[in-house]
């Protein structure tokens, strides 16, 4: 059974920093892209940052470029979210998600593995 499991998620006051982390098992990504989506209270799901396979290659949200960095070791078949002078409006539920095949961030579309989400939450 693959499951993506989330970590580091929590309480932080605004300007404040977190680095959340997904491990996969149950079958190696390493040759996948992987990436994060946040979903906020009444919003949709949206998307927040991807990389390739080889970590080489990332893909962010517009909105989000200068704060979030995403990275990978692959080795541990893990991702990693570090976000930077968070605000309180990047208050959301973080899911990790993977592709089951596909090498490289986009399209979207195509991650069909998700975690179950970690709570974040920026206080002001």
């Known amino acids: 059974q693959v499951q993506l499991v989330e970590s580091g998620g929590g309480l932080v006051q605004a300007g404040g920093s977190l680095r959340l982390s997904c491990a996969a098992s149950?079958?190696?990504?390493?040759?996948?892209?992987m990436g994060w989506f946040r979903q906020a209270p009444g919003k949709v799901r949206e998307f927040v940052a991807a990389?390739?396979?080889?970590?080489?290659?990332?893909y962010y949200a517009d909105s989000l470029k200068g704060r979030f960095t995403i990275s990978r070791d692959s080795a541990k078949n893990t991702v990693y979210l570090q976000m930077n002078s968070l605000k309180p409006e990047d208050t959301a539920v973080y899911y990790c998600?993977?592709?089951?095949?596909?090498?490289?961030?986009?399209?979207?579309?195509?991650?069909?593995?998700w975690g179950q989400g970690t709570q974040v939450t920026v206080s002001s």
């Open positions: 149950g079958r190696t990504f390493s040759s996948n892209a």
């Open positions: 998600a993977a592709k089951g095949s596909g090498a490289y961030p986009l399209p979207l579309s195509e991650y069909n593995y």
């Open positions: 990389v390739s396979w080889n970590g080489r290659s990332t």
